[in-house]
Nanobody, 126 residues
Framework: VQLQASGGGLVQAGGSLRLSCAAS????????MGWFRQAPGTEREFVAH????????YYADAVKGRFTISRDNALKTMYLQMNSLKPEDTAVYYC????????????????????WGQGTLVTVSS
């Protein structure tokens, strides 16, 4: 599976961005896809994930109500709509693909995901 993330950039606090992650290559029957982020000097942290088959999603508390994850099955693309951005949202955002999972309503660790995109930088200025 290859993942290509895009859509990052520089935005002022309160602004919006939409990230995209296009998947290609081998397909799986029950995958989930997710977004993680990593700010300088910090560990990679979970943002949100979505079940490819059911569309069920789950968010980290820090982004709940501001970010929306979605997917387009036909385009094999996942999105992250980010609204009301804050300076603390500044990070490299990574999309990830998990070939098999057992649940959605919890905070996953990065090692649970099998494939990763290259990351796209989001910078929110104050």
């Amino acid at each position: 599976v290859q993942l290509q993330a895009s859509g990052g950039g520089l935005v002022q606090a309160g602004g919006s961005l939409r990230l995209s992650c296009a998947a290609s290559g081998r397909t799986f029957s029950q995958p989930r896809m997710g977004w993680f982020r990593q700010a300088p000097g910090t560990e990679r942290e979970f943002v949100a994930h979505i079940s490819w088959s059911t569309g069920e999603s789950y968010y980290a508390d820090a982004v709940k109500g501001r970010f929306t994850i979605s997917r387009d099955n036909a385009l094999k693309t996942m999105y992250l709509q980010m609204n009301s951005l804050k300076p603390e949202d500044t990070a490299v955002y990574y999309c990830a693909f998990d070939t098999n999972y057992s649940g959605m309503r919890y905070i996953p660790q990065p090692y649970e995901y099998d494939y990763w995109g290259q990351g796209t930088l989001v910078t929110v200025s104050s």
